[in-house]
């Protein structure tokens, strides 16, 4: 049980190109910014949109072969498709909607209860809450009993409160059902909690694909550097004594790393690798950075502080520790091994 | 000054004649023959609008969207036609020495001066209230709707009636009520295409203007009943209209009156 997709389609300002597998149990999940091919991939998987050539098999059953003529109308491919802002039906009930696709003689109380929506049967779309209407749509796509998951920005309608939950319960649920899911979201950490593999897509191409942390830990280039949510650095490297490379940066001074590269980079570097200190530290790092705090956020018990270009994420113990506020001058420092360089155009 | 003067000649309509007199001038043969004719060659009028309009209403909503601003801008065509015009057309096309003048002797068909030809001026100027309307309740359904019918395995008809249908119904009903009000009041079509024939087709809007040489009071009384249908339209299609817009624009982030469990 398995999804393969392989297609060719002019979008406006580019042509999309993908081709994936997803294994069955599997969940990959498509990142990228917004008109980059995400929503087009899952709309030829379920036939709302005829790609200009492609295949899309699902389970050893073809969907759509353009080089052989073969098309299959979209109300024929067991597709369990969530929408974005989910498109559940408002002028049917809570009940309806979940019925909608469920094969002839199907009871859809087991579906209800499993997702706990049995008391808002009778209820109409509009009197429901965010979480709701997500529980509904998730299980009016089950109910057509599908071969493959199709998710859409799953989580962006919900309010970042209900979304941690309702994030933690999808995973499991994707879990259960093991069969091969696609998400589409914009956001990393949804991608990161949600899938096995992500693939990151920008002017309709797949540019790197791989487990979340190993998108952390190896950003192909810039975009996926600045996805995962490390400050960029640009600048143009050079190899240094000892094996290192000094990036002469753009905004002044350089920065030292231990990845090899020549030519215009970018130095990536994540928020939780970048220390503050009042003087600079002598300790193993080779990078220290001195500026003034532009923004300090607080976020829960940690709190992201940025200094011209860096963001360092620091606990709100040690906030409190240095007394750090807007307009004080700190050094922000990182070790070289963390310093990750990505080509720049 | 500008809102009396739009109001006066409406109420100068009931302020002549008192209730009473204007219901006796309504039992006149006249007034009565016009009722039956009008409210009969409407009802089939609208069956037909209805019937056609709304399938090709839809046809026209999913096409792309230059071949539907096209077909729009025909569909809209009879609506800013002079009545008289539409009148000359339909003699053009369906009298007896007309385009299908011909086709239809030989069928043995003759609708000049029948209710047909009445339903036929009327279908022909009234039709394009609805399908205009009708296209633009169509248009109006967000489109993650029926592609989400579409992949939980619903065919063409079964989107169209479980889901296309039911959504535009408020705006339909809106477009079905202008239709309505622009066909009772035909006239000029009517009066060149199918006469003014008492008890045959003399509709209400042609029996004023006769009436208004004989008895102005039955004039007056006819015109009292109009006013009063078409208030009745115009209500009827706002409160469709705000019921259309509370029901098919989809409420993604409304605060909920419930919490999740």
């Known amino acids: 049980m398995a999804l393969r997709i392989d297609y060719s389609h002019s979008l406006r300002p580019f042509d999309a190109h993908v081709e994936l597998t997803v294994a069955a149990g599997e969940t990959l999940a498509l990142v990228g910014p917004s008109g980059a091919g995400k929503t087009t991939t899952l709309r030829v998987v379920a036939g709302l949109l005829r790609p200009d050539r492609g295949m899309v098999a699902v389970d050893g059953e073809t969907w759509l072969d353009t080089s052989a003529g073969l098309e299959r109308p979209a109300e024929q491919r067991r597709v369990g498709y969530l929408f974005q802002e989910y498109a559940l039906f408002p002028h049917l009930d809570v009940a309806a909607n979940v019925g909608f696709g469920a094969p002839r003689g199907a009871s859809i109380d087991e579906l209800l209860e499993r997702f706990r929506i049995g008391a808002l049967a009778r209820a109409r779309v509009r009197e429901l809450s965010g979480g709701e209407r997500q529980r509904v749509a998730l299980a009016r796509a089950l109910a057509r009993q599908p071969a493959t998951l199709l998710l859409d920005e799953p989580l962006s309608a919900l309010d970042a409160h209900t979304k941690t939950t309702v994030r933690g319960e999808l995973h499991e649920l994707l879990r259960e059902l093991g069969l091969p899911t696609i998400v589409v979201t914009h956001d990393f950490e949804d991608a990161a909690a949600l899938a096995d593999r992500v693939g990151v897509i920008v002017g309709g191409r797949i540019v790197q694909q791989g487990p979340a942390a190993g998108l952390v830990a190896e950003p192909g280039d810039a975009f996926v550097a600045s996805l995962t949510g490390a400050s960029l650095l640009p600048g143009v490297a050079r190899a240094a004594p000892d094996g290192l490379t000094e990036v002469v940066l753009d905004g002044g001074g350089s920065a030292w790393s231990t990845d090899a590269a020549t030519g215009r980079v970018g130095v990536a570097i994540h928020a939780w690798e970048v220390a503050l200190a009042r003087e600079t530290p002598d300790d193993s790092s080779l990078n220290h950075f001195r500026g003034a705090i532009t923004s300090v956020v607080p976020l829960g018990n940690r709190a992201r502080v940025r200094v011209g270009d860096l963001v360092a994420e620091i606990s709100s113990a040690s906030l409190d520790r240095l007394a750090l506020q807007e307009g004080d001058v700190v050094v922000a420092s990182f070790k070289a091994t963390a310093a990750r360089l990505v080509p720049l155009a | ?261």
Do not use: C, H
């Open chain 2, 1 to 261: 000054m500008a809102l009396a003067f739009l109001v006066l000649p409406v109420v100068a309509i009931f302020a002549r004649v008192p209730p009473g007199e204007l219901l006796s001038a309504l039992g006149t043969e006249a007034a009565k023959d016009a009722l039956v004719v009008t409210v009969k060659t409407n009802l089939v009028s609208m069956a037909l609008i209805l019937a056609f309009g709304t399938p090709a209403a839809y046809w026209i909503a999913t096409r792309e969207p230059r071949l539907r601003d096209v077909v729009v801008t025909l569909v809209e065509l009879p609506l800013v036609l002079p009545p008289a015009v539409a009148g000359i057309g339909l003699l053009a096309a369906f009298g007896r020495l007309g385009l299908l003048g011909g086709t239809m002797d030989a069928l043995g068909i003759d609708i000049a001066f029948t209710q047909t030809a009445v339903v036929l001026a009327v279908t022909f100027v009234a039709s394009p209230f609805y399908v205009r309307t009708a296209v633009a309740a169509f248009e109006a359904v967000d489109p993650a709707l029926p592609a989400a019918a579409r992949t939980l395995g619903a065919g063409p008809g079964r989107v169209f009636f479980r889901v296309a249908l039911p959504l535009a119904a408020g705006g339909l009903g809106a477009g079905a009520a202008l239709a309505f009000a622009r066909g009772i009041g035909e006239f000029g079509a009517t009066i060149m295409f199918a006469g003014s024939l008492e008890g045959r087709t003399q509709t209400l809007s042609l029996a004023i203007y006769e009436q208004f040489d004989l008895d102005f009071d039955v004039a007056l009384a006819i015109s009292a009943l109009l006013v009063i249908v078409s208030g009745t339209v115009l209500l009827s299609v706002k409160l469709l209209t705000r019921w259309r817009s509370g029901s098919t624009t989809p409420i993604p982030f409304a605060p909920s009156t419930r919490t999740s469990s």
